[in-house]
Each structure stands twice: as C-alpha cells, then as structure tokens.
C-alpha cells in the first residue's frame, strides 16, 4: 500500500513538474517582453557596467502611451482587424460546405479535389503572391476596396486550412444523426445547419482561430497588394515594417508593439473558445 503511494506520489510530481515546465516556457517570454516594453532607459543601456536587471529600475508606460495615443497605429489596426474578421468569414462559408461535401459524398478523383485544394499551401507565399498581386491589381479587382482585396487574397491561404481541418471534424460526426433527422422531416440543409454544424463547432472554430492568426500576421500578401496604391491606411504588419525602416528600433518599442498586437489575437481566440466547449454536445440534443 505504502510503495503504491509512494509511486503514485513520484507520478504526480513529475506531471507536476512538466506543469511547471510548461507553464514556465510559455510564460516567461511573456514577462520578458512586459519587462522591456516598461523598461526606463537605465534598465536596459547598462553599458556593461552591470547585467540587465530582471524587473526595470523606474518602470514606466511611456511607449503605451505613445501608441496608444497614435492615431496611425489605430487606424492600421483596425483595418488589419477587418482583414482578419472579414477572411475567417470566407474561409468558414465557403470552406465548411465544401469540407461537407468532402465528407460525406462520394464520388471518382476525389482524392485529386482535395489534393488541389491542399496544394496551394505547397508553393511559398513570395512564388504565389506574384500571380494573385498581379490578378488583383490589373484586373476589374483593382477597384475593390483595400479591405475586401487583401481578405480574398488572404482567404486563399486560409481556405485549404479550413477545409482540411472541417473534413476531418464532419468525418467524425455519426451519419445516423442527419438520417434520424431525415426521418423525422428535416431537410438536408436543416439537418446541416441545425444537426451537424452545432456538434462541428469546436473543429470549426480551431480553424477560424488558426485563419485569424494567419491574416492577422499575414505580410507578404498585404504588402503586395498595397505597394500600389495610395491608401494612407495600411495593414499592421506593413505599418510595423515602415515604422521599423525609419528608424532603429529599440527594445522597448518593440516588446511594446509585440504585445499591443497579440491583444487582438489573444480576445478572439478567447471568444472562440466558447464554442469549443458549448459545441461539442449541442446538435446531439436538437
């Protein structure tokens, strides 16, 4: 009794142990940027006098202020918030149907399909980027706004995602649901979007969180796709490159940015998660 207690002691420490590993790896770039970004100017120029203290002398919010204050860094922001929500809604109305096709119909040179669909991911973005700049900027697309350009050639990347992770989703979800549905009188369209997409929920929104990370950080497109034009808003990761070039950044400025950045990102995964969790059982009940 006494060796099993003691085995069981030794399992939870390691678990424990690997905890705390993991929390501390996660964690601890998160504090080095937060300690930097409100470092004052002696906590971080010691002239190798004396090491780098691990929490500033006179911590200080000056860089929030300044970017917080800056109505450049908003305005790209927001519009970088647009782009991101605007190609998670794309990728999921076009790319859920289709992965449900996928899914459940069969039929000849369907491996073929979802190979092409998968292979734009094959090509580097700077070799792709090329073809659709070009596609977008002399063509009728030209004359879309800045904001529904760049989602579509944002959407292009995300799409294959989506559908790869929502087939894999709609190939778990029992079939015999949608036929009990079928024989109580749901149509086929009821019976996806009330019976299947509700139990899909949690695939499908680790999809939207992923497409949101990508063109929330997506650059080679955004820059491509704005070279051209004369617009005075730009998206973020664009703006981050020009502010960047003018000047030498220091430390504090950009642990200052990394970390106004990662808001948006941080909020919408937290605003996903729910349906992670309240999807999982929904459509089994209706």
């Not at 908003?74 to 809604?89: D, E, H, K, P």
Request: glycine share 6%; net charge positive; proline share 7%.
């Amino acid at each position: 009794m006494s060796l099993n207690r003691k085995a069981f002691n030794k399992e939870k420490l390691i678990w424990l142990a690997l905890i705390i590993l993991c929390m501390l790896v996660v964690i601890f770039p998160i504090y080095v940027m937060f300690k930097y970004s409100i470092s004052d100017r002696s906590s971080w120029i010691t002239g190798g006098k004396y090491p780098v203290p691990w929490w500033p002398y006179k911590p200080t919010f000056e860089m929030y202020k300044y970017y917080l204050g800056d109505r450049r860094f908003w305005g790209n922001g927001l519009m970088s918030l647009q782009i991101a929500l605007l190609t998670v809604a794309i990728c999921m109305l076009i790319g859920a149907p289709a992965a449900y096709s996928l899914s459940r119909f069969k039929f000849s040179a369907k491996g073929v399909l979802v190979f092409l669909i998968l292979s734009v991911r094959l090509f580097p973005d700077i070799s792709s980027v090329i073809p659709v700049a070009y596609t977008f900027n002399l063509s009728f697309l030209y004359n879309l706004p800045p904001v529904v350009k760049i989602a579509l050639a944002h959407s292009i990347l995300g799409l294959p995602y989506v559908v790869y992770i929502a087939q894999g989703v709609f190939e778990t979800i029992p079939v015999d649901l949608e036929e009990q549905a079928h024989i109580m009188g749901a149509s086929k369209l009821y019976a996806f979007t009330r019976i299947v997409l509700p139990v899909a929920l949690p695939g499908l929104a680790a999809g939207a969180i992923y497409v949101f990370l990508l063109s929330w950080n997506e650059f080679i497109f955004s820059y491509f796709l704005t070279a051209t034009s004369s617009v005075s808003v730009i998206p973020l990761p664009v703006y981050l490159k020009s502010l960047f070039g003018a000047f030498s950044p220091n430390p504090v400025s950009v642990t200052t940015l990394s970390l106004l950045v990662s808001l948006p990102v941080i909020v919408f995964t937290f605003f996903v998660q729910k349906y992670m969790i309240s999807g999982a059982t929904a459509g089994a009940v209706k």
